[in-house]
């Protein structure tokens, strides 16, 4: 059984740093394909990809935050962990970690409770 | 960037009836689309894959399809609605990095 758990700070301040960690069981980085996501939403609004990293270490980046984020993974602790730099009111958002599962057309099969963060002074 | 776009962004309709949500590429996805359901203060679950692969377990009154020729039209159509299926509900390609949403709908009780 996959879960995922997302943890950080409730409140940043702008200009500040983001960083949020995703701790996950029922999977392993060593499966070929597999990947691990981060997902935000800001309130009332829709759903926004953020960042993807791979079992081979490969990451990709929404190229509008790609200067912002970095996604790292800890194969060891089952943890992936996002870093969002330059926080901004905007980027008040609930971020989703969730498992990205190559054997459903890529699709993000499990997703975590979700952690609200929010961005004010 | 493929963009997705879901019509309508709201919708009323009663238990019982039928209802379908339609999404758009705006290039060819070769089925690699998702949909979604989400309820308030929830995280959005898998319901199809593969537009138009049912998730295990879910209910077989949900289903999805790809329509016309081009590859870029989809639907999720779900049959005898139920009280538990008013929540919103998100389509998403991922055919190509980035990964993109639509809009979302909000299927709402009349």
């Known amino acids: 059984q996959i879960t995922l758990n997302e943890s950080g700070p409730t409140l940043v301040k702008p200009t500040q740093t983001l960083t949020l960690t995703c701790t996950f069981s029922g999977f392993s980085f060593s499966t070929s394909g597999m990947g691990v996501g981060w997902i935000r939403q800001p309130p009332g609004k829709a759903l926004e990809w953020l960042a993807l990293i791979f079992w081979n270490d490969d990451v990709r980046y929404s190229p509008s935050l790609k200067s912002r984020l970095t996604i790292t993974k800890d194969t060891s602790r089952n943890q992936v962990v996002l870093t969002m730099t330059h926080m901004d009111p905007v980027d008040t958002a609930t971020y989703y970690c969730a498992h990205r599962d190559f054997t459903l057309f890529d699709s993000f099969d499990m997703w975590g409770q979700g952690t609200k963060v929010t961005v004010s002074s | 960037d493929i963009q997705m776009t879901q019509s309508p962004s709201s919708l009323s309709a009663s238990v019982g009836d039928r209802v379908t949500i339609t999404c758009r590429s705006s290039q060819r996805i070769n089925s690699y689309l998702s949909w979604y359901q989400q309820k308030p203060g929830k995280a959005p679950k898998l319901l199809i894959f593969g537009a138009s692969t049912l998730q295990s377990g879910d209910p077989s009154r949900f289903s999805g399809s790809a329509t016309g020729t081009d590859g870029t039209d989809f639907t999720l159509t779900i049959n005898n609605l139920q009280p538990e299926d008013f929540a919103s509900y998100y389509c998403?390609?991922?055919?190509?990095?980035?990964?993109?949403f639509g809009q979302g709908t909000k299927l709402e009780i009349k």
């Open positions: 998403q390609q991922s055919y190509d990095i980035p990964y993109t």
